[in-house]
């Protein structure tokens, strides 16, 4: 069984930062990419960033610039750092991964439970 938890979300005021963690754990034979995804009220779930297993990163247009993304593989976790945070940011932070698993070998995609940012004065 795998299980991705994250952990990190807040509430921050506008131009402030938080870095949100997620660790997966398990039967994990290959962590393959990681990634984040956001879910604003009444909005459809989007992509944030992705970080391939060799450390290629890929990210939404609009947190270009503000949000990196990284991964600690001896720890199986992800990380998203997110600077210069607005209003818009505000929504419900998913982590996804892409893994084998330690028992049956297939791949599969698991997510987090969810952690919420918060972007207000």
């Known amino acids: 069984q795998v299980q991705l938890v994250e952990s990190g979300g807040g509430l921050v005021q506008p131009g402030g930062s938080l870095r949100l963690s997620c660790r997966a754990s398990?039967?994990?034979?290959?962590?393959?990419?990681m990634g984040w995804y956001r879910q604003a009220p009444g909005k459809q779930r989007m992509f944030v960033a992705h970080?391939?297993?060799?450390?290629?990163?890929n990210y939404e247009d609009s947190v270009k610039g503000r949000f990196t993304i990284s991964r600690d593989n001896a720890k199986n976790t992800v990380y998203l750092q997110m600077n210069s945070l607005k209003p818009e940011d505000t929504a419900v932070y998913y982590c996804?991964?892409?893994?084998?698993?330690?028992?049956?070998?297939?791949?599969?995609?698991?997510w987090g439970q969810g952690t919420q940012v918060t972007v207000s004065s």
């Open positions: 970080i391939t297993s060799g450390g290629s990163t």
């Open positions: 398990g039967s994990i034979a290959r962590l393959n990419t």
């Open positions: 996804a991964a892409n893994i084998a698993d330690a028992i049956t070998w297939r791949t599969a995609d698991y």
